[in-house]
């Protein structure tokens, strides 16, 4: 409670600087989701949806928030963490929650719209006013209202229809300051008819200072359009991120999402995703890697609204030390939503007594002729598995890593861009062997 | 298949008739409607209890006044007026009974339920001692001489306060306790009847012990309750079946089964409910929110849950497993069928809480008509269980394009060493096998018959042999006659 009367003071103490540094689309949705946070409240344990997930210590940290839109001294070329080798990307940044310009040179088609979500909205709000806020405006997440009410920057991906982007984009998210920060943020992704592109974001504590990440993703797939959509997260202990991501699938179209967990504080994933048009498929996956005291909640709601689209889940742990990891899916087949294909998977491996791990893999069907599935698995590294290894001459810390490695791997195999799959398996084995996943030249690992 | 012929043979499968929505005209001794002390101190005294279990039910009763109806499970439940329910009706002509004597109305309306009352027939019939309670009391139990020699007590929960009260204060409540839930208070408040049953140490008891719960009375709630307890080494079956007559208005049934297994005993428990379900257009039908609970205390202990759920127009059941011993077993096996209107939330809760404990899951749901059918479950691993081993296996098969079907486990794993697995699946009837069966001269009526029975045999093998004739006979009822 005390928390929210900061944030309800802060608020309102600051409404008029919000006003003032935020586009006029952003501002006209704040009062409204404000109201809806306050009633709500911050979520606490005693709900079905946060059981599990304690924000209460993330929340009583007193944060500072960037309301003036003040710039913070940054170096972001100097994330080579990031780099992709052999994958040229095109590389957009933002620092906590303000928008970087880069001096790189991008070279987008005609038409396509990408930066700041801010600059943009001025800019084009003919063309993303329909977008901004609608699929988030529907949800009753106090988080996401949350946002709503002090989201003043971000990014924003348009694609006109039939346009076809080759070269994924990547946005760094990199939190930096010397004082414990909240940010806010905003990513608007709007795909045309018939469009195609990849987007790989990815969040990087710079600083070891406390952040608070509070995200909404919302992104609209078009007809026929294909989207592949990537997230890893290397922050640290310290950190505590909260995401929303909703996705709606117009006819036809395509979605692939990966979320990845590499090193984390207290983490929470919500994903929404709404097929919208027939003839849809999405793929859904996740890796999560925890060790120490790091948490991870995942949580997966896909609803098949009308007929004839799949879906399929796959979610992986690998849990370590005390950490605690959450899977909350569900699939909600709509009635009339006939011939839906679903499929959900989780499973977890558990490396010491002290982790905890909560499953609830959830299905709710209203229709007839679907075929539905979901599975879900606890359990730890085979002992005949490690015993075949160990009789091949390997050493159990060795055949170990092995088997850890393969248990990812079915996740990382998902990934469509070849070179992000390998650089994605290098890291998962270097976590895996303790190593801090660095760089050739990178200026900020130590 | 042509759609409009699976559409039609669908519909026949699934039209089934409720066959024991007679009434019988028993006269009735029922107390006023309406909840108080007063009312509880009325049905005590009815009973004669001593002033120990006055004093549980008033606890339980001031405690269930604090709390509010759940709303958490995937159910449509209207308001439930609880002033509005008689909480005591018994069939009159109590005397006659003691000179071993029974109403023959009450005889005739067994007797209609397949159930035989008098000894003779009944040891014609086969081993299987019964315990018929009819609305507020139990009527008769039969074979207690052949039980006592045995050191077995199985008599009404009414009998066990008189003659046994040491062994009843010490296990009424010790697994579910009257502050579990909302419904759990309301049974320890104003609980009527219900059966006991001992098993002394080392004895397996020889024949199937069974109770019949029966609703006749108009306006009634039926508040039994169940306390098994099985001593060391000891083994039993236990059944219970339940009907009631068709009434336009829902009826409550709030049952709380204790039951407590120790050192390397057993219990194997089979329920068939077939409870009223309502009409077609979800009228009456009787709202089941029923709390069973087993505690595996001792080490190798084993506890087996089969259930047919047939009937209630609303179910809210989750027979549960506490393992807390060493060893111990939990099973669940599970046929859920909901038609019409009906809806229901059951599955079961694995508390693992002893070393090397294990459970079984497997949950067959069966969805026609507008019915709403959850699969909701627990599998808890307490973090000193170390080696726990558990497996769940929840299907659901949907017949017509206006049900629904949910699955909702939930998987809290606090030890490493745990291998938890689940497995779900959704489908309608699959074509192939129906094409399948025609292809070999098999009608497709007769198929969706073979198909739904062979989809719901991995848990009607688990009940006792005259049980799964009679759930066989169920499934048929609740889906139609092309079944079995």
């Not at chain 1, 906590?96 to 084009?124: F, W």
């Not at chain 1, 004839?308 to 849990?319: A, E, F, N, P, R």
């Amino acid at each position: 409670m005390e928390a929210l009367d900061t944030y309800r003071r802060l608020f309102g103490n600051y409404r008029s600087v919000l006003r003032m540094n935020s586009a006029p689309q952003m501002d006209a949705c704040r009062d409204e989701a404000a109201a809806r946070w306050l009633q709500a409240g911050f979520p606490s344990t005693r709900s079905e949806a946060y059981r599990h997930f304690d924000l209460q210590e993330a929340l009583s940290i007193d944060y500072g928030m960037n309301l003036y839109r003040l710039g913070v001294p940054a170096h972001p070329g100097d994330v080579f963490r990031c780099d992709v080798p052999s994958l040229s990307t095109q590389l957009f940044f933002i620092v906590n929650d303000l928008y970087y310009p880069s001096k790189r040179p991008v070279q987008l088609p005609e038409g396509v719209l990408c930066g700041s979500l801010d600059a943009m909205l001025r800019e084009h709000a003919d063309l993303l006013q329909p977008y901004y806020h609608q699929l988030c405006r529907q949800d009753d997440d106090a988080m996401a209202a949350m946002n709503t009410a002090f989201c003043q920057d971000g990014f924003v991906l348009y694609v006109p229809d039939h346009v076809v982007i080759d070269k994924p984009i990547q946005l760094i998210q990199m939190f930096q300051g010397e004082i414990d920060i909240m940010a806010t943020r905003r990513l608007l992704v709007v795909l045309g008819q018939g469009t195609s592109a990849s987007l790989i974001v990815c969040d990087h504590a710079i600083t070891s200072s406390r952040y608070f990440s509070n995200q909404v993703a919302e992104i609209f797939v078009g007809k026929d359009a294909s989207l592949s959509y990537y997230e890893m997260e290397m922050t640290h202990d310290k950190t505590c991120r909260v995401a929303n991501t909703y996705i709606r699938q117009e006819e036809g179209s395509r979605f692939l999402t990966q979320m990845s967990g590499l090193e984390n504080g207290l983490t929470r994933n919500n994903i929404t995703l709404t097929f919208a048009g027939r003839h849809a498929s999405a793929s859904l996956s996740g890796l999560t890697l925890l060790s120490r005291n790091q948490q991870t909640d995942n949580h997966v709601l896909v609803d098949h609204a009308v007929p004839d689209c799949q879906s399929d889940q796959l979610y992986k742990y690998v849990l370590d030390d005390e950490s605690r990891a959450v899977f909350g899916g569900r699939v909600l087949v709509r009635p009339d939503a006939q011939r839906t294909e679903a499929r959900q998977s989780s499973a977890s491996l558990c490396s010491t007594e002290r982790v905890q791990m909560w499953a609830q893999p959830q299905l709710e069907i209203y229709a007839d002729d679907v075929k539905c599935g979901h599975g879900s698995a606890t359990g730890q590294i085979d002992e005949n598995a490690l015993f075949y290894m160990r009789q091949r001459g390997l050493s159990e810390e060795e055949a170990r890593m092995f088997l850890k490695f393969a248990f990812a791997s079915q996740v990382t195999d998902r990934i469509e861009l070849g070179p992000l799959q390998d650089r994605m398996r290098m890291l998962v084995g270097k976590r895996f062997r303790g190593e801090l996943a660095k760089c050739i030249d990178c200026k900020i690992c130590p | 298949m042509k759609q409009s012929s699976e559409k039609h043979i669908i519909e026949e499968v699934t039209a089934g008739e409720y066959k024991y929505g007679f009434v019988s005209d028993i006269e009735t001794e029922v107390i006023p409607k309406g909840l108080n002390e007063e009312v509880i101190r009325l049905i005590s005294a009815k009973k004669q209890e001593p002033g120990w279990l006055l004093d549980f039910r008033l606890k339980a009763f001031r405690y269930w006044q604090t709390l509010t109806m759940p709303r958490w499970a995937h159910l449509d439940i209207p308001e439930i007026d609880f002033q509005d329910i008689v909480y005591y009706a018994a069939p009159r002509k109590e005397h006659p009974r003691q000179a071993g004597e029974l109403d023959p109305d009450l005889v005739k309306t067994f007797d209609r339920l397949g159930i035989p009352l008098q000894e003779r027939e009944m040891l014609a019939g086969g081993g299987t001692a019964v315990d018929a309670v009819m609305d507020s009391v139990s009527v008769k139990t039969t074979q207690q001489e052949a039980l006592s020699k045995l050191g077995i007590i199985f008599c009404s929960m009414s009998e066990a306060v008189r003659e046994h009260p040491d062994l009843v204060k010490q296990y009424l409540g010790s697994v579910v306790p009257y502050r579990d839930n909302f419904f759990a208070a309301l049974n320890c408040a104003v609980f009527s009847d219900g059966s006991f049953v001992y098993i002394p140490k080392g004895v397996r008891c020889p024949m199937e012990l069974s109770t019949y719960f029966r609703i006749n009375a108009l306006n009634t709630g039926q508040f039994e309750r169940t306390l098994i307890v099985a001593d060391d080494d000891s083994y039993v079956s236990y059944l219970e079946g339940c009907t009631a007559p068709i009434r336009d208005n829902s009826q409550l049934h709030a049952a709380i089964v204790e039951i407590v297994v120790h050192d390397r005993a057993e219990v194997k428990y089979s329920t068939v409910q077939n409870w009223y379900p309502g009409d077609k257009n979800g009228r009456g039908g009787i709202y089941n929110f029923v709390t069973k609970r087993c505690l595996c205390k001792g080490v190798a202990s084993k506890i087996s849950w089969t259930q047919v759920e047939t009937g209630s127009a609303i179910t809210w059941k989750y027979p549960s497993c506490v393992l807390a011993g060493d060893r111990s077993v939990g099973e669940f096996y599970s046929v859920a069928v909901t038609n019409n209107h009906q809806q229901a939330d059951t599955g079961t809760k694995m508390i693992h809480l002893g070393s090397d404990s294990r459970s079984t899951i497997v949950s067959k749901g069966i969805s026609a008509g507008k019915s709403q059918n959850s699969y909701r479950g627990l599998v808890r691993v307490a973090p000193g269980a170390a080696r726990v081993r558990n497996h769940s296996q929840c299907d659901s098969l949907l017949l017509g394009d206006r049900c629904g079907a949910h699955t909702f486990p939930y998987m809290d794993i606090n030890n490493e060493t745990a291998v938890v697995e689940h497995e779900a699946t959704t489908s309608k009837i699959n074509e192939e096998q129906l094409f399948y069966c025609n292809q070999r001269g098999i009608s497709t009526e007769e198929a969706v018959g073979l198909i739904v029975n062979g989809y719901a045999k991995e848990v009607l093998n688990k009940l006792p042999m005259e049980f799964a004739v009679e759930a066989q006979k169920l499934l048929q009822v609740s889906l139609e006659g092309s079944i079995g």
